[in-house]
């Protein structure tokens, strides 16, 4: 089955008989009718939350509402075979997308003909105010780890610390983490902390691999914090780390070296 | 509501309560709140977009707990299409996001505004792009559409609009021109019969006493729109539903980027119930009424602001940037510390 069968046997689970005849009715359309049925799914089609663990291309859509699952559908049912009909109909989506409609257009990008091309509405939601936007592309989303730069990669994890998202979510988070963004995770928690503010403990994961002077000074901060989650990052990251002066540190802290401890405690 | 004195002698205002009633009403400006305490409220017109955050907290302050805006003209005319695709994404997109973060439910109704209509070269485009926006979740209407000068451009496309109202099954929202209101107010009734559309599906906007009574016999709905000098005043807003009841009578406060008043809903809520007027019928005015309308559409899920007001734990969960990094949306306004 490809991706498109696939998602309409699972629509089939959780639809009514009367939305699965209208998802029917739509599917062989004109792209002007794709469009409009489209647009229009929510008049016909309920928000029946999926509560699935199938993963379709990558993406786990648990969670999602029925009628974005419709739309996702309707949307790789879409002939790609002519490029610029094909951009031009989802170009004019996006553009005049109501905050639902976005969110099933990013949520779909990895089923998207022609990958590359697709990048900067990628890189606009990560942009995007919208919270449900921007969650759309950074959370159970491959579209990121598969195709984003690594400035515009940083740029996703970062947003996601600033604004205290749940960054566990993002997939490949580990396999692309990186010196530049481990920098920059470091210049962050300098900016909260002389602002007395805080960074969400769990973002030190991302700098194990790359501690330098700067870093280090920072973990030993992590070790006087006050906040438990914060002692306890710094031991994660002491195990983690080749740098040996950190593992002189962790010594320092029995208490902590003894535990075991994983970064899920610290996922919120 | 404050009146030009000048304004006043020529337009004389159609208060006719009693000295004391006027004693009362005055005395009482520092704490209406008090007399609308339990009330709902929902304005089917507002321009949020030409408002500020505070506006927001006033608003769910004062019991508005949903609101519409229609897509109008921006103050001068737009040069091409992309603008009027950008606004009308903003009042699906970036104004219903930054409204939900107050927990007001934001609708809207999509339309090309009667001025615009009057530039046919542009007219043309975005009578092409409006079915995109029609169709879509939490459109409730087409509007405001309707007659500003008169012309027969704007009559061209008024009429054009009201089909496709008819096939989406949208009700309309009807804007009546600030000169030679009443003329402006019959034509438009009587072209939307023309075509065949219910009365009951048409929503007649900023009514005066001089239009009320016909808009009412036909069976339209008749909405006031409370704004200072140009258009309704409270007082006598209290003095029509005295006089015709408050069947298919709404209000609101068409607030935008002029001398208006966000809060005309529930102050005027106030005013009658300072006045006497029963509190079921303040609720059909300032709150029912305007769903009924609306909810024609199929577009309006009350649950949605009925409900007590959560902020969507999702959107609250991953945090946003109109409240940025987890702040509360409240700011003391009198608090010399900004944190």
Known sequence: MNFSEQLFEKIKEYASPKEISWVVSRSNGSMQSLQIAFVSTPRFISKTPILSTSVINDISINGWSLDRLVRVYILTTLDSSEKDIYTKTLNSLFETAENNEAVALISALPFFAYPKYWLLRATDAVRSNIGLVFDAIAFQNPYPMQNFSELAWNQLVLKCIFNDKPIHHIQGLNERANQALAISISNLAHERWAAGRTIPAQAWRLVSKFINEAIFEDICTLFISQNSNDNIAAALVCKETDFLALKGELKKHTELDKQILTWNTLEV | ?339
């Open chain 2, 1 to 339: 509501m404050c009146q030009k004195h000048a304004e006043i002698s020529q337009n004389p205002s159609h208060f006719e309560g009693t000295a004391e009633e006027l004693a009362t009403s005055k005395s009482v400006q520092a704490n209406y709140m008090d007399y609308i305490k339990d009330m709902k409220f929902f304005d089917p017109h507002i321009h949020m977009t030409s408002r500020t955050t505070d506006d927001y907290t006033a608003l769910i302050d004062a019991g508005v707990v949903a609101i519409i805006e229609p897509a109008f003209w921006l103050g001068q005319p737009r040069t091409g299409l992309a603008s009027f695709k950008d606004y009308f994404s903003s009042l699906v997109g970036w104004e219903r996001f930054r409204s939900s973060q107050f927990g007001i439910k934001h609708y809207c109704t999509i339309g090309l505004n009667s001025r615009e209509a009057n530039n046919e070269a542009l007219a043309e485009q975005v009578m092409e792009i409006l079915p995109l926006f029609l169709y879509k979740e939490g459109v409730v209407g087409v509007g405001e559409i309707g007659f500003d000068d008169q012309t027969a451009a704007e009559e061209k496309y008024y009429r054009l609009q009201l089909e496709l109202s008819k096939e989406a099954g949208l009700p309309v929202q009807v804007h009546t021109p600030h000169r030679d209101k009443k003329k402006g107010t019959e034509l438009s009734m009587s072209i939307a019969i023309e075509h065949g559309i219910e009365p009951s599906m048409v929503i007649i906007d900023h009514n005066n006493e001089e239009t009320v009574e016909s808009v009412l016999d036909k069976g339209f709905w008749a909405a006031f729109t409370i704004y200072p000098f140009t258009k309704m005043g409270n007082e006598r807003m209290v003095e029509i539903v005295k006089k015709y009841g408050s069947e298919r009578i709404m209000i609101n406060s068409a607030a935008d980027w002029g001398i208006s008043d966000p809060l005309a809903v529930p102050k005027t809520a106030a005013l009658m119930k300072i006045k006497g007027i029963a509190d079921a019928d303040i609720k059909l005015v300032t709150y029912q009424n305007a769903i009924n309308a609306f909810a024609q559409s199929g577009q309006i899920n009350m649950a949605d602001f009925e409900t007590p007001v959560v902020i969507d734990q999702s959107l609250k969960f991953n945090g946003n940037t109109v409240l940025r990094g987890g702040q509360i949306p409240r700011v003391d306004k009198n608090s010399l510390i900004i944190s």
